[in-house]
C-alpha cells in the first residue's frame, strides 16, 4: 500500500512538470500564442494506470437502479475534465439512462460539444438527473428531463414525442439504458426476473427506435450501448449477457437497413465500468472489491473515459462510420 502512494505521488509529480512544459511552450519565446494557442488546451500526458482509483474498493450496495452520488468513489462522467470543441453544435440528443453512468457522460460531453440534450432515467433516479440537467444548463443548450419506465411501450413513445417537442427535433438517439443483475445460477433467474431484463435491454431500444425513426433525417445517427459481454460472457450474467449480444446484432443488422438512408447506427462496447449499476445488484460483492482488477489496467474504467467515442460516433466527421462497435474495456473483452 505504501508502495502505491510512494508510486502515485511520483506519478503527480511527473504530472505537474508536464503542466509546467506545455506553459513554457505556450510562452512568446518559442512562437506568437496565436499559433501555439490551440496546444496550450491540451491536457498533460497522463499515465492511464495511476489517473483513477485502483481495486480494491470498499463494500458497498445500494437498492437498484442506484444512485451516482452515493457510490465511494464518485465516479467521474467528465464534470470538471470534459472540454468541448463545438463539435456537435445545434445537434438534438434523447439519451436514456442519461442521469448516471456512460448515460451521463454522453450527457455532458454533449452539451459542451454544443448540442441540446433530453435525457431518461427511471423517478427513483431524480437526484442524479437533476445534476446533470444542471450541468447542461450551465453550457447553455436545452435541457430536458424525462423520468419513465422503459419496460412501457407507451411510455417509450411518449418518451420520443416530448423529447422531440421540446428539443424541436431529434438527430442524435442513445440506447443506453440498461438492467443488469448478477444470479450465481439460471435456476435463481425468475420468469419476471427475465422478462425485466429483456423489456429494458432488447424491447425498448426497439420501441424507442421506432418511435424515433419518422424524425431522424440523413446526417442522423444511432448509438447504442452494448458491451464486451455480448463476445465474452460472464457465468453469472446469463440473461444479461444475451440482451447484449442482441444490442450487437441490432447495431449490425440497423447499419445495414439505415445505411441507405443516410442513417449511421454503431456501438459502444465498455468493459468494467465504475457505475450504479454495478453497486445495485450488477456485481457480487466478490467481483466489486477487485473491480476491473483482472484488466490488463489493473482497474475499472470511469464513464468519463468513454464519452469521446460517443462524441466521436456522432460527429460528422464520422460520416463513413457505421455498424461499428467501438470498444474501451482496458485491454481486456477480446472475442
Ligand atoms: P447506470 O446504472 O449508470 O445506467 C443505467 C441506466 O439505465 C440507469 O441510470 C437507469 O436510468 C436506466 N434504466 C434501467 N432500467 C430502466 C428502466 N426500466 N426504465 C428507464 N431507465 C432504466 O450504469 P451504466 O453502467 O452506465 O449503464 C449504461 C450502459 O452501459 C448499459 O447499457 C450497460 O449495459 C452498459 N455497460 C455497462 C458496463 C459497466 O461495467 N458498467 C459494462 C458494459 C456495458
Ligand atoms: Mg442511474
Redesign the pocket.
Known sequence: MENTENKMSRRQAIGGLGLGIVAAASSPVLGSAASLGAYSLAPAIEDPLSKYPRPPFKEQKQAW??L?SQMDPRPDHGETSYKGSGRLTGRKALI??G?????RAAAIAYAREGADVAI???PA?EQDAREVIALIKKEGRRAVAIP????DESFCKRLVDQAVKELGGLDILVN?????QTRESILDISSEDFDATMK?NVYAPFWVTKAALPHLKPGSVIIA?T???ASDPSAELFDYAQT?AANTAYVRSLAKQLGPKGIRVNGVA????W????VSGGATMEKLKNFGGDTPMGRPGQ?AELASIYVQLAATDASYATGQVYGAAGGGGQP
Not at 419513465?148 to 419496460?151: Q, S
Not at 443506453?176 to 443488469?180: G, I, S, W
Open positions: 437502479p442506484g451516482a436514456t439512462g442521469d448516471s453512468g456512460m448515460g431518461n432515467y427511471l433516479e419513465g419506465d422503459l419496460r443506453n439504458a440498461a438492467r443488469q429494458t450501448t458491451s464486451v459481454q447484449k465498455p468493459g468494467p465500468i457505475t450504479p449499476l454495478q464513464p
